[in-house]
């Protein structure tokens, strides 16, 4: 089992940017590929982006592609979600999630451990 461990969170503009950042507690970190999802009040959770073990492969849902970059420091087992040109749809709990394997996924089926999330709202 991963612990995952979310921060950077906040409240920031219309346009602006945040980055996110979750810590794995787990020995072997290239183990697994990370993903990030989101839930808007009301909404069901959904797929934002995912990185495989090595950070050479990335995938994006269409409405974050160009504003959006995943990126991952194995040396620190920390993977990050930059977020960039915010919008207030963007309003939701992210949430960090490891899939074990080589094989990356956007299902959330296939992610087996889960942080608590961190909020971030943006206002217009």
């Known amino acids: 089992q991963v612990q995952l461990v979310e921060s950077g969170g906040g409240l920031v503009q219309a346009g602006g940017s945040l980055r996110l950042s979750c810590e794995a507690s787990?020995?072997?970190?290239?183990?697994?590929?990370m993903g990030w999802f989101r839930q808007a009040p009301g909404k069901e959770r959904v797929f934002v982006a995912a990185?495989?073990?090595?950070?050479?492969?990335?995938n994006y849902e269409d409405s974050v592609k160009g504003r959006f970059t995943i990126s991952r420091d194995n040396a620190k087992n920390t993977v990050y979600l930059q977020m960039n040109s915010l919008k207030p749809e963007d309003t939701a709990v992210y949430l960090c999630a490891a899939q074990w394997g080589f094989t990356m996924s956007r299902r959330e089926v296939d992610f087996g451990s889960w942080g608590r999330g961190t909020q971030v709202t943006v206002s217009s």
């Open positions: 787990v020995r072997s970190f290239t183990s697994y590929s």
């Open positions: 990185i495989n073990w090595s950070g050479s492969v990335t």
